[in-house]
């Protein structure tokens, strides 16, 4: 089963690897600059497994830029352990 068939797996996915990027130092601001490169490569290249996902890729698609940014970081935010 794909980490992207389940919306849970998913954000349990994002959210170790968010830890494990803090845990190394990575600072807030950039680990919230990777979640937008990734989120950049999920709209542009991966089909949605499920209905959230389709979701969001519907929103960042119609976002400009700034809002893409502010998503990758309600993201980060969703996903982290603090």
Do not use: C, I, T
Request: hydrophobic share 40%.
């Amino acid at each position: 089963m794909s980490v992207l068939s389940s919306f849970e797996q998913w954000k349990e996915f994002l959210g170790d690897r968010v830890e494990q990027a803090v845990d190394a130092g990575m600072s807030n601001e950039k680990v919230s600059s990777v979640a937008y490169r990734v989120g950049e490569y999920l709209a542009d290249k991966v089909d949605p497994k499920n209905e959230q996902e389709r979701l969001l890729q519907e929103m960042w698609n119609v976002s400009n830029d700034e809002e893409r940014h502010a998503l990758a970081r309600v993201m980060v935010n969703l996903v982290s352990k603090h």
